[in-house]
C-alpha cells in the first residue's frame, strides 16, 4: 500500500490521521506543530509522541520534506534551489534579501502550459502539478526560512492553473497552526485564468499580481497565448468587482484589503511607447493597484530586447503622474539565471526521465 504524505494535510485532516491511527485528538495538533512550526525531516523526531505511535505513522505515512539537491548564489546575494518533488521531478525556487525583507519566489508546477514567447518555463512546456506538500516543502525546507518575510508565487508555472493545491498550501500558510502569517505577506500571480480567478478572489485573501507585459489584447494575443482563452479586458472587469488597497499610498498591516499589482516587463519598441504609456493608463481605470515595472532578462534565441533604465524610469514617472502608481523592479539573480522569466528544469527533469528507474542515487545525474 502506498504512503500518504502529511505535509499539506490541514488540521482537521490530520484530526482523521490520529483518529485512524488510534491516537488522541491532541495528536494532531502535536502533528501540526512538528511539521509546520520545527522544520523536521523524519516522523522520528517527533519526540513527544510515543514510540508506538511514531512507528504507527511511519507504517502509512511519509514527511514529504526533502532537502534541496543544488544551491547556486548570485553575486547579488540571491540563492537559487533545486528542490526535489513527490513524483521525482524538479522545481527551481528563488530565495531574495533585502535590507527589509526576504522574499522566497515558489513554484507551483513543473514547467508551464502558458507559453509565453519571453519566458524559459513557457519554453519548457507542462510536466506536472506540484502538490501541496511540493510548494510547502520549497519554503519550510529552505535554509533560510526562519528569515523570510515574503513569500510569491512567481516561480515556474500558472499558480492559478493549479487553484485548489495552491489555495491549500495558502491556507496552511495563513492558519494558525501553519506558518500563521497575515495573507498580505504573500503574492500570489497569473497570466489572468478567469475560471479560477474568481474562485481564488473568494477564498483568499492572499495579495494578486497580474502578469500584464502589453496594454491591449491585440499586441499580448501575439506573445501571451492564454489571452486568447482569458482577454485581458474580462479579467480587469472581474477585478472592479472587488476591494483592492493601493500599496504605496494606504496598505498598511492592519488593513483589510489586499494588494492588486500588474507585472509588465518592458520590451525595447515593442510596449514602451507613448501610445503604450496612455492605453495601459486606459486600461487600469478605476482600479486601486500598482504596476511593476520589469527588466527584460534575455533568453537563448529571443528576439526581445530590453528597454534602457532611463525609459523605464520616464514610463514609471508618467503612469504615476497620471494615477497609475508605479515602480522599477531591480533585477536580481540574472548571472546565476534566477530573475523574472528564467527558471526552467527542462534538462534536469529530461535527465530524470532517461535515467528513470535506475536503482543508483539519481542526485549525481543533476547539475547546473
Request: proline share 4%.
Amino acid at each position: 500500500m502506498e504512503k500518504k504524505t502529511l505535509s499539506g494535510m490541514t488540521l482537521a485532516e490530520l484530526e482523521n490521521v490520529a483518529y485512524e491511527l488510534g491516537m488522541p485528538k491532541y495528536a494532531s495538533k502535536q502533528i501540526a506543530t512538528w511539521l509546520y512550526t520545527k522544520q523536521i525531516f523524519s516522523i522520528s523526531e517527533m519526540s513527544n509522541i510515543s514510540k508506538a505511535f511514531r512507528e504507527k505513522l511511519e507504517e502509512h505515512y511519509v514527511l514529504g520534506r526533502k532537502q534541496p539537491i543544488k544551491k547556486v548564489k548570485s553575486k547579488d546575494g540571491t540563492v537559487k534551489y533545486l528542490f526535489p518533488t513527490q513524483s521525482g521531478h524538479f522545481v527551481e525556487t528563488v530565495y531574495i534579501p533585502t535590507a527589509e525583507r526576504a522574499t522566497l519566489c515558489v513554484s507551483s508546477q513543473v514547467g508551464c502550459k502558458m507559453g509565453c514567447s519571453f519566458c524559459m518555463t513557457g519554453r519548457q512546456g507542462f510536466q506536472a502539478q506540484l502538490t501541496p506538500a511540493d510548494i510547502l516543502n520549497q519554503i519550510y525546507s529552505l535554509p533560510e526560512f526562519a528569515t523570510l518575510t515574503n513569500i510569491v508565487f512567481m516561480g515556474q508555472g500558472e499558480p492559478l492553473d493549479n487553484i485548489d493545491n495552491v489555495l491549500r498550501t495558502c491556507e496552511i500558510m495563513t492558519a494558525p497552526y501553519g506558518l500563521a502569517w497575515s495573507p498580505k505577506r504573500i503574492t500570489v500571480s497569473t497570466v489572468g485564468d478567469l475560471k479560477n480567478l474568481r474562485k481564488f478572489l473568494n477564498e483568499s485573501q492572499c495579495n494578486i499580481a497580474i502578469s500584464l507585459h502589453f496594454p491591449t489584447s491585440a499586441l499580448r494575443a501575439e506573445y501571451m497565448p492564454a489571452e486568447k482563452a482569458w482577454p485581458i479586458n474580462k479579467v480587469v472587469e472581474v477585478l472592479k468587482d472587488y476591494d483592492f488597497c493601493n500599496a504605496e499610498l494606504q496598505w498598511h498591516e492592519g488593513a483589510k484589503q489586499r494588494r492588486l499589482s500588474f507585472e509588465y516587463i518592458v520590451f525595447a519598441g515593442l510596449n514602451d511607447s507613448h501610445r503604450h504609456r496612455d492605453q495601459l493608463v486606459e486600461l487600469l481605470k478605476g482600479l486601486d493597484c500598482r504596476v511593476n515595472l520589469i527588466p527584460f532578462h534575455t533568453i537563448p534565441d529571443s528576439p526581445f530586447t530590453a528597454a534602457p533604465e532611463k525609459r523605464m524610469k520616464e514610463i514609471r514617472d508618467y503612469l504615476t503622474y497620471k494615477g497609475v502608481f508605479s515602480t522599477l523592479r531591480a533585477s536580481r539573480g540574472e548571472d546565476i539565471m534566477a530573475a523574472c522569466g528564467l527558471l526552467s528544469t527542462k534538462e534536469r527533469n529530461k535527465k530524470k526521465l532517461n535515467n528513470y528507474g535506475r536503482k543508483e542515487n539519481t542526485r549525481r545525474h543533476y547539475s547546473w
